[in-house]
């Protein structure tokens, strides 16, 4: 079969290698659609220090079960199906709890297992432990399927935040994660949602999808007075960082209302962590900040739950479908921001 395989940074290659078979408390997948994301990126020019080479990346999959494990129960060949990225160990204290975002013992697709970049995959005892094989309703199409991975991690993000009835949310970034925020929160009843963007043309192209109520490019104005201004002084209720840059999230400190909620949802680079944070801003206007990281198979399930009920539209979200083949063109295409998601197709259906 043909898989895409990270060797070092800078260098993927299409390959090929014997097609897996599934053991006993295995799933195995034909791959229908694999997404791409920053991520990606980051791994082709960085590497990762949870990737010991050469893995098939890929990690917002889904496929159609064509295998299944002798000890593995309530799948069938045939059998749409959507799979998890982060995989938590489902037995630590925070697993207990309910914390399965920040298991300590998270694993994860593409990095730890064999990825979807390939055109069959084997999903992992670890991944159905935790009941983390979601079944594709009706009338949700594999590509759109893929695209709940990030949408659960959106999910999560806005529910630590409590975005909600009347708020007035600012998103930071108009990517596909900053899209996804935009339309989850007029699904969760946020009355205003704005959109900024350093880039122009970025900003545009998002803007006319996801139809924010405002569109501020970061480059030709001060967002911190644009989203006063559109506030009345007030200030945003919620601010989602929603970018990989620290500017923002000190920005977020400045165009937040009294009692707002701030979400750090995009993380920093590794070697520039560091913000300047007024901690009196906090202190005085009662303000609460908050993480996000990744999503539980909960969130998964809640994510399809919201596509296929229309509540959040992904479908012209993906603005570009490309075959394995074409892996290192579609991590060009992310690189360059000319797209909102990319999707791999490595097999036909």
């Known amino acids: 079969m043909k898989v895409a395989r990270f060797y070092a940074p800078g260098d993927i290659r299409i390959e090929d290698m ?13 791959v229908r659609n694999t997404s791409t994301c920053g991520t990606d990126l980051k791994i082709f020019r960085h590497g990762h220090h949870h990737i010991d080479p050469p893995r098939v990346i890929g990690h917002e999959i889904a496929g159609e079960v064509v295998e299944v494990g002798s000890e593995v ?7 749409r199906v959507q799979v998890i990225a982060a995989i938590p160990c ?13 298991c300590p013992n998270q694993l994860s697709m593409g990095y730890h297992f064999e990825g979807g970049f390939a055109e069959y995959m084997i999903v992992p005892a670890n991944v159905l432990k935790v009941d983390g094989v ?23 993000g806005q529910e630590l935040a409590r975005v909600g009835d009347g708020d007035t949310v600012v998103v930071v970034g108009a990517g596909p994660i ?34 924010p109520d405002a569109a501020i490019c970061a480059a030709e104005v001060d967002p911190i007075q644009a989203v006063l201004d559109l506030t009345g002084g007030r200030g945003a209720d919620v601010v989602i960082t929603a970018s990989a840059a620290g500017k923002t999230q000190e920005d977020a400190l400045k165009m937040v209302a009294r ?16 913000i300047a944070c007024d901690s009196n801003l906090v202190h005085y206007r009662e303000l609460t900040i908050v993480g996000a990281n990744g999503s539980s198979p909960d969130h998964n399930k809640k994510a399809l739950e919201l596509i296929a009920t229309g509540a959040v539209p992904v479908a ?9 083949e074409k892996v290192l063109e579609a991590i060009d295409v992310v690189a360059g921001g000319t797209a909102i998601k990319v999707t791999i197709e490595p097999t036909a259906g």
């Open 18 to 30: 014997p097609e897996p078979t599934a053991g006993p408390a295995e799933l195995k997948l034909r």
């Open 73 to 79: 129960d309530g799948w069938a060949a045939g059998d």
């Open 90 to 102: 489902g037995e630590c204290p925070d697993c207990l709890r309910g914390w399965m975002t920040i």
């Open 134 to 156: 979601n079944r594709i309703p009706d009338g949700v199409t594999y590509a759109e399927a893929s695209v709940a991975e990030p949408l659960a991690c959106v999910l999560n």
């Open 178 to 211: 900053g899209c996804l925020h935009v339309r989850l929160a007029r699904a969760r009843g946020a009355e205003n949602v704005y959109l900024v963007e350093l880039n122009r043309g970025r900003l545009d192209m998002a803007a006319n999808l996801v139809k």
């Open 259 to 274: 009692r707002g909620r701030i979400s750090f949802f995009g993380g920093l680079p590794k070697d520039n962590p560091i």
């Open 316 to 324: 012209d979200l993906i603005t570009h479908h490309l075959p394995l």
